[in-house]
């Protein structure tokens, strides 16, 4: 399975209507409910706001709307589209201003499809890997040290809370999480025990 790496968007006319079709990168179906919520909320003058989605490392979750649409017109070849990409933890967004023309039930799933695929063209993503969090606490000394191991492992949304000593968290290819940790207990010379949690 891929993921997506960022927001992408693409539009198309079909006859007067518009169709604006949005990726975002989501990681679980609240995150999924929550963006389409932004996005009826944004495009309120609009007709519709079809969606489709797929989050987890299997794409084992998933949902998908006509939202008024004749029933398997718009959701449908969305997630049809979306499922052939390969892509998880995605949520794609048509939205459709009404342009006067009725397209059919045929024009519909296919201006819906189209919307889709050319939105997907542009999307960045890449294959899953998958992370787990980190964390550990280090004096300012220590910390200077440690951070010359980085660049040998694959880290990232890397936070740093400079306080009396630097508390760092941030996520981690899984199976370089042991191998850190121990280098940074080396590196420490014991004075500094990394946390290695699964990411939920």
Same mark, same amino acid.
């Given at each position: 399975?891929?993921?997506?790496?960022?927001?992408?968007? *693409?539009?198309? @006319?079909?006859?007067?209507?518009?169709? $604006?079709?949005?990726? /975002?990168?989501? =990681?679980? #179906?609240?995150? *999924?409910?929550?963006?389409?919520?932004?996005? @009826?909320?944004?495009?309120?003058? #609009? +007709? =519709?706001?079809? =969606?489709?989605? /797929?989050?987890?490392? @299997?794409?084992?979750?998933?949902?998908?709307?006509?939202?008024?649409?004749?029933?398997?017109?718009?959701? +449908?070849?969305?997630?049809?589209?979306?499922?052939? %990409?390969? $892509?998880?933890?995605? $949520?794609?967004?048509?939205?459709?201003?009404?342009?006067?023309?009725?397209?059919?039930?045929?024009?519909?799933?296919?201006?819906?499809?189209? #919307?889709?695929?050319?939105?997907?063209?542009?999307?960045?993503?890449?294959?899953?890997?998958?992370?787990?969090?980190?964390?550990?606490?280090?004096?300012?000394?220590?910390?200077?040290?440690? @951070?010359?191991?980085?660049?040998?492992?694959?880290?990232? &949304?890397?936070?740093? &809370?400079?306080? %009396?000593?630097?508390?760092?968290?941030?996520?981690?290819?899984?199976?370089?999480?042991?191998?850190?940790?121990?280098?940074?207990?080396?590196?420490?010379?014991?004075?500094? $025990?990394?946390?290695?949690?699964?990411?939920?």
């Amino acid at each position: 399975m891929k993921v997506l790496l960022e927001y992408c968007t *693409a539009e198309t @006319k079909v006859k007067n209507s518009r169709f $604006i079709a949005e990726a /975002f990168p989501i =990681h679980t #179906a609240e995150e *999924a409910r929550a963006k389409l919520s932004e996005q @009826k909320e944004k495009y309120a003058d #609009a +007709r =519709h706001v079809v =969606h489709a989605f /797929f989050a987890g490392t @299997k794409a084992e979750v998933s949902g998908l709307s006509d939202d008024g649409e004749p029933s398997g017109t718009a959701g +449908r070849p969305v997630f049809e589209v979306l499922k052939g %990409s390969g $892509i998880t933890n995605i $949520i794609l967004t048509v939205t459709r201003y009404f342009g006067g023309t009725l397209l059919g039930t045929g024009g519909l799933v296919k201006a819906y499809q189209d #919307a889709a695929k050319q939105v997907l063209a542009v999307a960045r993503a890449e294959e899953y890997v998958e992370r787990n969090s980190f964390s550990f606490t280090a004096d300012y000394a220590t910390y200077k040290i440690i @951070k010359h191991i980085y660049p040998r492992y694959h880290l990232s &949304d890397l936070q740093e &809370d400079y306080g %009396s000593a630097v508390a760092v968290c941030g996520r981690i290819q899984a199976d370089e999480g042991e191998a850190f940790k121990a280098e940074v207990f080396n590196v420490s010379k014991g004075k500094t $025990i990394v946390e290695v949690t699964q990411c939920t």
